[in-house]
């Protein structure tokens, strides 16, 4: 998949695509089928999805709360394996926000990128204010020549899927009931980074992971699938996985921890992408080392359970 960052240089051989246009924040269902369609509409055109970074809510309210369901890189690894071929991803800027729908329309889609269709959900927004609306884009698309496909939300057992049901589902701890909307696990993917070895020395080695910039699941323990991206141990492996502030270290970053079940390496520096499978536990701080070891085994137990019926 090649990534475009830029849509004032595009090379012609990245132009013509039939485009999804959104955020695209955790790739769920209704993304999915907005996708499919960008592909039917126009079979013998490279499949791309438009997309902006950061996230404009990120730029108009950079304070707020991290709300994101995946960062970039997961973003894009998830889209590549949807078969999308080209990834338009446009710096959101103030140049940008301050475009009009018809401003957009032309100098983004039309004469930056040159695609052939695009494809939006029917509640999309854009240009300055998000002023413009579905019904906009088909008529511009209509004058300058490109095809617009309006794709009806998708709902699912009653319930319209959205990033923001989903993270619901993740800060009231049911993981599963996210999966359902994603069309696959929510998975948390970044490096392995340096921990204070606190679970090798309690028997359980884990690889600890950071979670800032994104939207913090329930805190607690989850049954975890496991794929190491890179590196001599790259594969895929079960495990069981610790969010939260480490309360019986006192008060700390939150950070994702997990231990690998029969896994012996190093895998400092290695990218993982850890798959929320089922929320076994709150995080909470235990009387003793030895209850939290007693505890930590209890729940390995239950995670291996829980995975093999997978």
Known sequence: MRIIRD?????????????AIGNFDGVHLGHQSVIGLAREAAPDAPLGVLTFEPHPR????????????????????????????????????????????????????HDGLGLTHVVVGSDFRFGKGRAGQAADLVRYGAEM?????????????????????????LTEGRPRD???????????????????????????????????????PAFG??????????????????????????????ENRPNLETFIFD?????????????????LRPERKLDSLDALIDQMGADCDRARVILGAL
């Open 221 to 250: 323990v989850y049954a975890v699938l496991v794929d190491v991206l890179d590196g001599p141990h790259k594969g895929s492996y079960h495990g069981a996985a610790s969010i939260g502030v480490r309360p019986m270290f006192g």
């Open 58 to 109: 990120e730029f108009f309210f950079p304070d707020a709360p991290p709300f994101r369901l995946m960062s970039r890189q997961a973003r894009a690894s998830r889209l590549e394996k949807l078969g999308v071929e080209i990834l338009y991803e446009i710096a959101f800027n103030a140049s940008l926000a301050g475009l009009s729908p018809r401003d957009f329309a032309q100098t983004v889609i």
């Open 145 to 169: 020549g490109f095809g617009v496909t309006v794709a009806p939300l998708l709902e699912k057992a009653e319930n319209t899927v959205s990033s923001t049901a989903i993270r619901q589902a």
């Open 263 to 279: 896994f012996a390496g190093d895998l400092y520096g290695a990218t993982l992408s850890v798959g929320l499978v089922e929320y």
């Open 178 to 216: 996210a999966a359902a909307m994603l069309g696959h696990w929510h998975r948390i993917e970044s490096k392995v980074i340096s921990g204070e070895q606190r679970g090798r020395d309690l028997g359980f080695p884990t690889a600890n992971m950071s979670i800032d910039g994104i939207h913090p």
């Open 7 to 19: 849509h004032r240089f595009v090379t012609w051989q990245d132009r013509g695509a039939s485009a």
